[in-house]
């Protein structure tokens, strides 16, 4: 199986060789001529043998777009008759096989076929009979391309369409392509061309749509030619409005200050053209324009008034306006947070900030007093003398030392219900008579000696 397969192989791979070889007599290196209107354009022919070892005979004819067929030129290796029609037009220098297309014309345009047959010397009666077809366009370089606008003023986003046109004086074949800001702008649902891109249509145009365009014309025989670039300009906006201070503390829309402080506020909004700033006070149950631009200077020296304040940005072309509300708080920040105080229900971040703070605040007391006086160390501290309790079977034995220890023991008395015990915190002061002290110590050494003193520690 596997042999027949590789044979067969060889048999292909043989039969390819013989063709290629074969067909080598002659070789054109192109195949598709790009010719220039009014240039001369070579057709050539390589040949691959001794033109001294064989003799020659062939045609080159020519068949037109419309599909008419000529022959243009008959030749051998001696002589060789060229069409009249053509006689000045074509140029063939036998046994040169190439053929020259002088002063190329729409004409011209068509497909050149070769018929080359060849007999070899030593090889009479074998005819070799070799044909080539080459393709020729014949075209018009590019001239600058034009572009133009409509409308030629700015527009207003969403309330019109723009419509590009490009057009060249020469060219043939032109293609057109459309760039913005040097990216090319493909087709979309905004974005229409024409069947041969000559026209862009940007309905309706938008923000995005802004910027420098130019097209491009080129054709097989002119790179890309650039037009002048012609900048689109679309009014918009006011877009993605906020108010920025640099000063004071920020809380969503709340801003804090220190008392007496100067505070500017930036307001900004993307908007074409530049918008129009105004700023606007509604503390005092009363809307007030304060200034106007995008900047407002602000010194307070009113603690605990929550000021109402309102930016609002206008396009005077798009006719559009936005506005962004912001709260005033005018507190001590450099003193401390809890100092904070508040006045009405407008300032309710705030409010929500200084009872976390206070609640975080309580929760790390907590924590403090409770590492102070946890159980757990004294048990460890316990743990460390075992050999002082265990060693004792009397309950009147070795009080002498106990002096040190009493206030600590007390916490042990209870290890064998760890788990739900709440050691008390009593200091060594709390403790007054040396009955309490006893009576603690007592304790202790009954409950240390029933309970393994590893299980102290899990
Ligand atoms: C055939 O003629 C062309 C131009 O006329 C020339 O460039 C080319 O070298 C010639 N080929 C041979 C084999 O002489
Ligand atoms: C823009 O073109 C759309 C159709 O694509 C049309 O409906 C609309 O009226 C045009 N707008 C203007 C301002 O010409
Ligand atoms: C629109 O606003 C711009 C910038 O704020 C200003 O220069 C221009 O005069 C205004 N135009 C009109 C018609 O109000
Ligand atoms: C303040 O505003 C409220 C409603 O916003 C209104 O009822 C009240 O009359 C106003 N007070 C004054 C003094 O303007």
Redesign the pocket.
């Given at each position: 199986m596997e042999a027949t397969g590789r044979t067969a192989l060889y048999v292909c791979s043989v039969l390819f060789i013989f063709t290629e070889v074969s067909s080598e007599f002659i070789h054109i290196p192109t195949l598709v001529h790009h010719g220039i209107e009014g240039k001369s354009l070579?057709l050539?022919v390589?040949?691959h043998f001794l033109m001294d070892e064989a003799e020659i005979q062939g045609t080159w004819s020519h068949t037109k777009l419309s599909g008419t067929r000529t022959t243009l030129v008959t030749f051998t290796k001696q002589a060789a008759i060229t069409d009249m029609m053509y006689r000045n037009h074509l140029?063939f220098?036998e046994p040169?096989v190439?053929l020259?297309i002088r002063k190329l014309n729409q004409e011209d345009e068509g497909d050149y076929h070769l018929s080359l047959n060849i007999e070899f010397h030593n090889k009479t009666g074998l005819v070799i009979k070799e044909e080539r077809t080459v393709h020729v366009t014949v075209d018009v370089p590019v001239s600058i391309p034009m572009i133009q606008k409509s409308p030629s003023y700015a527009v207003v986003e969403d309330k019109a369409n723009v419509t590009w046109t490009c057009s060249v004086e020469r060219g043939t074949r032109v293609v057109f392509q459309w760039l913005r800001n040097n990216v090319a702008v493909g087709a979309s649902n905004r974005y229409h061309f024409s069947q041969d891109n000559s026209t862009l249509l940007i309905s309706p145009v938008r923000k995005e749509d802004k910027g420098t365009y130019r097209c491009v014309a080129s054709n097989p025989v002119s790179q890309g030619r650039n037009s002048r670039p012609v900048e689109l300009n679309v009014y918009y906006g006011p877009y993605n409005l906020e108010v920025n201070s640099v000063q004071g503390l920020r809380t969503g829309e709340v801003f804090t200050i220190n008392p007496g402080e100067l505070v500017f506020f930036e307001c900004q909004a993307d908007s074409n053209p530049p918008n129009s700033y105004v700023w606007i006070s509604k503390s005092r149950n009363a809307t007030q324009i304060i200034t106007e631009g995008p900047r407002l200077e602000v010194r307070s020296y009113r603690l605990a008034q929550a000021e109402e304040y309102l930016c609002r940005a206008f396009n005077n072309v798009t006719q559009k306006q936005d506005e962004a509300q912001f709260t005033l708080v005018v507190a001590s920040l450099g003193t401390g947070k809890e100092k904070h105080t508040q006045e009405g229900g407008s300032v309710s971040p705030l409010a929500a900030i200084t009872v976390c703070s206070l609640f975080v605040i309580s929760l790390m007391l907590l924590f403090f007093l409770r590492k102070t006086c946890h159980p757990k160390r004294v048990l460890m501290s316990i743990y460390n003398r075992p050999f002082l309790e265990q060693k004792r079977p009397h309950r009147s034995a070795g009080h002498e030392d106990a002096t040190e220890d009493f206030g600590i023991y007390e916490f042990v008395s209870i290890p064998g219900k760890m788990e739900s015990a709440q050691a008390s915190c009593r200091s060594l002061a709390r403790l007054e008579s040396i009955q309490d002290m006893h009576t603690t110590i007592y304790d202790v050494i009954r409950h240390v000696s029933e309970t393994p003193s590893h299980s102290l520690l899990e």
């Open positions: 070579l050539s390589e040949t140029l220098r040169n190439s020259l």
